[in-house]
């Protein structure tokens, strides 16, 4: 079963929805890091979001640092989403056999559009390639872990790649 892009997108909504609900019950600091064609890309605590919604099933996203901000800043954010099927809640390595139709499916989203089902500047899925994504640690609602990606633009198809990916998250779910 393939994960779509609206599911995705859903997904995503219903998670920002309830941010600042689950922000109430944080009792860590969140991170994820990476490397998106050479350039620094950073989330902060406010802008990511990891939730299991559905037993077995990892979903993990972040925003731009200070995305999350009130006011927003002016400036377009990027969203990086990731979802794998198959998780029991114990470190475990996903290799390039598990991505698309085989159970993880990971979206970038370049330059969010301002406005409601707006346009963004691009939007890249995870293709065959070179992608990982380890969780290293689990630690009752706590996760850390690593990951490289190589994304192709949906409509140039040019390929982004993203390396030294590393993240600690929580479940903020009540």
């Given at each position: 079963?393939?994960?779509?892009?609206?599911?995705?997108?859903?997904?995503?909504?219903?998670?920002?929805?309830?941010?600042?609900?689950?922000?109430?019950?944080?009792?860590?600091?969140?991170?994820?890091?990476?490397?998106?064609?050479?350039?620094?890309?950073e989330?902060?605590?406010?802008?990511?979001?990891?939730?299991?919604?559905?037993?077995?099933?990892?979903?993990?996203?972040?925003?731009?640092?200070?995305?999350?901000?009130?006011?927003?800043?002016?400036?377009?954010?990027?969203?990086?989403?990731?979802?794998?099927r198959?998780?029991?809640?114990?470190?475990?390595?996903?290799?390039?056999?598990?991505?698309?139709?085989?159970?993880?499916?990971?979206?970038?989203?370049?330059?969010?559009?301002?406005?409601?089902?707006?346009?963004?500047?691009?939007?890249?899925?995870?293709?065959?390639?070179?992608?990982?994504?380890?969780?290293?640690?689990?630690?009752?609602?706590?996760?850390?872990?690593?990951?490289?990606?190589?994304?192709?633009?949906?409509?140039?198809?040019?390929?982004?790649?993203?390396t030294?990916?590393?993240?600690?998250?929580?479940?903020?779910?009540?």
């Amino acid at each position: 079963m393939k994960l779509s892009h609206s599911v995705l997108a859903a997904a995503s909504l219903a998670v920002f929805s309830l941010t600042p609900a689950l922000l109430a019950h944080a009792k860590i600091t969140q991170q994820l890091s990476a490397k998106i064609d050479g350039k620094v890309f950073e989330s902060d605590d406010d802008g990511i979001t990891y939730l299991i919604p559905t037993k077995g099933v990892l979903n993990l996203i972040a925003v731009t640092k200070g995305a999350s901000a009130y006011p927003p800043p002016k400036t377009l954010s990027d969203r990086l989403g990731i979802i794998c099927r198959n998780f029991d809640g114990k470190p475990v390595k996903y290799q390039a056999k598990d991505f698309g139709n085989n159970g993880c499916e990971v979206k970038f989203t370049k330059g969010q559009s301002k406005q409601p089902f707006g346009e963004p500047v691009a939007e890249y899925d995870a293709r065959d390639g070179k992608n990982m994504l380890e969780i290293t640690s689990v630690s009752g609602k706590v996760i850390e872990g690593k990951f490289s990606f190589e994304l192709r633009d949906k409509k140039t198809k040019a390929i982004l790649s993203i390396t030294e990916g590393t993240f600690k998250a929580e479940d903020r779910q009540i």
